[in-house]
């Protein structure tokens, strides 16, 4: 659980890397308590290894808060896969079960989007690149909310962090 001092340490060390970002002391101070108390939970190796990854997918401009919490989502719950690489799970169940035997699958997300598409209606489609395209979509748009409340259980990062990431 780092303290204010230790969160503006961490902040002070990727400053550097922004060099247009200029800050006084009272916003130094500032920054620093709102990060503190939104990672109060994290290690602070952790969340500089977070700062760290957000500022080099930043670019030029310092890391919102926004993207240290999809950083340390992924941290936590791992990198969500893209759309297509799901619609070509569903494929290969088609190649391999046919209509008539609706398969399992192991991402959950799949299974719900089978399910709502209907097996059938994926395996007997004409418009194959029509579906393909709206199963994309929506598993993504799934994806997101996955993510989202993710990172609501906010809370819940130290535990998951504690059992088994490395930083």
Wanted: proline share 6%.
């Amino acid at each position: 659980m780092p303290t204010v001092t230790e969160t503006a340490e961490c902040l002070a060390i990727i400053l550097p890397l922004f060099p247009t970002l200029r800050l006084s002391e009272s916003d130094s101070i500032a920054m620093a308590r709102a990060w503190q108390r939104q990672f109060a939970d994290v290690p602070v190796n952790e969340f500089l290894a977070v700062l760290d990854e957000a500022a080099r997918e930043s670019g030029a401009f310092f890391p919102s808060f926004g993207l240290a919490c999809e950083v340390m989502a992924r941290r936590v719950a791992g990198p969500s896969r893209p759309g297509l690489e799901a619609w070509g799970d569903v494929l290969a169940k088609v190649r391999e079960h046919g209509y008539l035997r609706q398969p399992t699958f192991e991402d959950p997300l799949v299974a719900r989007l089978v399910s709502v598409f209907g097996w059938m209606n994926i395996c007997m489609s004409e418009e194959g690149m029509v579906d393909r395209a709206h199963f994309i979509r929506a598993y993504d748009a799934l994806a997101q909310t996955a993510r989202r409340e993710t990172l609501q259980l906010a809370g819940r990062w130290a535990p998951q962090l504690e059992e088994g990431t490395d930083a």
